[in-house]
């Protein structure tokens, strides 16, 4: 579900703050996945909201197959997030996004996945892995591009660190006329006065493995709107 900026206000249907009103549902797949399933519409609460798709690639041995790019075109996606490298626990990042051919005719952004463990380093410093992140992105050669996005399962240990990354991040891009956005997990938006509220101009909140992991088959990682609508509580403030 892409968000707009987040603020910290609570969810009333008809007055909503933009990022908390439903825009797209991202159906994320396993990591072994080629093309991440695609985006399908969803309205919270009734509140509806237009919607475009998405798909998120997330395989950094190769670009998309011709045929990839043919299944989104036919499902009519309009963006695609693409995983361009990770961030280690270590602070060291994964080789970069080989064998980029293009996406079609699409917008694409970037994404940095970056584990929790890399941000409780001594040495981390933000400023210096914003530059850093920026710098590799860029020379990824994904053709023209608008908006980069972090993903980060952050914790209250690793707030403040992340977050001074993000707002190092941001700035920069800023300064270059491109926005920052962030994956927001479900938890981060119940218990968002103890992780806090991202300083980014957009964010995803991530809904998958919506159902009890102890529950077998390929069911267990649906994500249709019936599951997430029941889980309208983890959402209320």
């Excluded at 293009?102 to 981390?124: C, D, H, M």
Aim: positive net charge; proline residues 7%; aromatic residues 6%.
């Amino acid at each position: 579900m892409e968000t707009q900026r987040l603020p910290a206000a609570g969810l009333s249907c008809g007055a909503r703050p933009a990022w908390q009103r439903a825009e797209a549902f991202c159906i994320m797949a396993p990591m072994r996945s080629l093309l991440l399933t695609a985006a399908v519409t969803l309205a919270l609460a009734a509140c509806a909201a237009p919607a475009h798709r998405a798909m998120y690639y997330w395989k950094t041995a190769q670009g998309p197959s011709a045929e990839e790019i043919a299944v989104a075109d036919s499902l009519g996606v309009q963006r695609l997030y693409v995983r361009v490298f990770d961030v280690e626990a270590d602070g060291t990042a994964t080789p970069p996004l080989a064998g980029w051919a293009g996406s079609g005719n699409r917008e694409i952004v970037p994404v940095v996945y970056v584990v929790n463990g890399a941000l409780l380093q001594s040495t981390f410093r933000p400023a210096d892995a914003a530059s850093s992140l920026l710098a590799k992105v860029s020379a990824a050669a994904l053709g023209p591009w608008k908006e980069m996005q972090v993903d980060c399962d952050w914790t209250q240990g690793s707030r403040a660190a992340y977050f001074a990354l993000l707002a190092a991040l941001r700035d920069k891009l800023h300064a270059q006329g491109r926005r920052l956005s962030a994956t927001i997990r479900l938890h981060q938006v119940k218990y968002r006065a103890d992780t806090g509220v991202p300083p980014v101009d957009r964010g995803m909140l991530m809904a998958y493995n919506l159902l009890p992991p102890d529950q077998a088959g390929p069911s267990r990682k649906a994500h249709g709107p019936g599951q997430l609508r029941d889980r309208g509580t983890l959402l209320a403030v």
